[in-house]
């Protein structure tokens, strides 16, 4: 499928909203309980569905340069020329303070390593190629602001990876210009090895670095199920997930 083609099939796709994220969706909800254990604060509804406050993580060394607050970089496509399989997320964004409904005007911000290893915006990053300096650059980075039903959405290539870290993807929530979350995502293990031995990807090979034993998610079983995103699709057409946010505000 040609990437145009795979963009306008995610379009439709989002346009659905609740249909592809089940996580939080609330028919006829007139109450909720809401329970905490340590850090991670829960709410059920009257029909039986539950999200948690997302878990927080480390921002990591290779966030906007320049500073947060200056990113231009409102736009829904970021792959800016970089090559890979595709992958459109949908994130949706609640408050578990409010019934698990959903937050519009959020601003999602999201950043990844790009099919090697590197990230952009950053000189003197060792890895595959060599080091390499890609300052100036703003590849697979950029922010959007949830809809009117909750739903950020982006179009990217599947990260590659570098030594250390699981394969994985960064993002913070910001309400009213507040910083509300900071984290990151990961994927099925048998994906990203086949992504990675995929024509694009083969030079560097399968990622050694294991979920479960990687210094973010490997801290608590709990939190990695809760930041693994699902996919659907295949290298050919690329693929498809949705993630949901809940943040307590």
Request: aromatic share 10%; hydrophobic share 30%; charged share 15%.
């Amino acid at each position: 499928m040609e990437r145009k083609n795979f963009l306008k099939t995610f379009a439709i796709m989002a346009a659905a909203g609740p249909l592809i994220i089940d996580g939080c969706k609330k028919d006829g909800v007139t109450k909720s309980t809401t329970s905490t254990t340590g850090t991670t604060t829960s709410t059920t509804s009257t029909n039986g569905s539950t999200c948690i406050v997302s878990p927080t993580e480390t921002e990591g060394p290779f966030p906007y340069p320049g500073g947060k607050a200056n990113n231009p970089l409102k736009r829904t496509d970021v792959t800016d020329s970089q090559t890979g399989v595709p992958l459109a997320i949908t994130f949706l964004v609640v408050n578990v303070n409010d019934n698990c409904n959903v937050v519009t005007n959020a601003r999602v911000d999201i950043w990844h390593c790009n099919k090697d290893g590197y990230y952009s915006g950053y000189a003197n990053q060792p890895g595959i190629l060599g080091t390499q300096t890609y300052v100036g650059k703003t590849w697979l980075r950029g922010y959007q602001v949830s809809d009117a039903t909750g739903l950020a959405n982006f179009s990217t290539i599947y990260p590659g990876w570098y030594t250390g870290r699981a394969t994985h993807i960064h993002f913070e929530v910001y309400v009213n210009n507040v910083l509300k979350k900071t984290s990151q995502l990961t994927f099925s293990e048998t994906i990203s090895d086949a992504v990675h031995q995929s024509s694009l990807y083969a030079a560097h090979g399968i990622n050694t670095t294991r979920n479960a034993s990687d210094s973010v998610f490997g801290d608590s079983a709990t939190d990695l199920a809760n930041e693994t995103m699902s996919l659907a699709g295949n290298i050919a057409d690329g693929y498809t997930g949705s993630f949901t946010i809940g943040i307590a505000i």
